[in-house]
Nanobody, 126 residues
Framework: QVQLVESGGGLVQAGGSLRLACAAS????????MAWFRQAPGKEREFVAG????????YYEDSVKGRFTISRDNAKNTVYLQMNSLKPEDTAVYYC???????????????????WGQGTQVTVSS
């Protein structure tokens, strides 16, 4: 099992930026895609972005395309989510997640993912 710890959340004004990080430990990070999800109060958890093990493939939810960028540093076992031009509707708890080996990190169904971090709160004020 892998342990995932998110950081970098906070309060920011609309139009601002935040960079989230997800550090992995435990079993090997090697070969696994990684993804970010978010969950706002009263809403279901939704896919935000995913990245393949090599970083060659990235996936984004439509509402964040062009504003968010997912990246990873495999030497540091860390995945990042750079969030620019933030909007109040981006307010949510953000989670990183690892799908089972061999499953695409573009998978949007949260039930597929085995490993989750504890989440980090992102609040965007208008």
């Amino acid at each position: 099992q892998v342990q995932l710890v998110e950081s970098g959340g906070g309060l920011v004004q609309a139009g601002g930026s935040l960079r989230l990080a997800c550090a992995a430990s435990g079993r090997t990070f090697s070969g696994y895609g990684m993804a970010w999800f978010r969950q706002a109060p009263g809403k279901e958890r939704e896919f935000v972005a995913g990245i393949s093990w090599t970083g060659a493939n990235t996936y984004y939810e439509d509402s964040v395309k062009g504003r968010f960028t997912i990246s990873r540093d495999n030497a540091k076992n860390t995945v990042y989510l750079q969030m620019n031009s933030l909007k109040p509707e981006d307010t949510a708890v953000y989670y990183c997640a690892a799908p089972p080996l061999g499953i695409s990190a573009g998978s949007r169904n949260p039930k597929i993912y085995n490993d989750w971090g504890q989440g980090t709160q992102v609040t965007v004020s208008s």
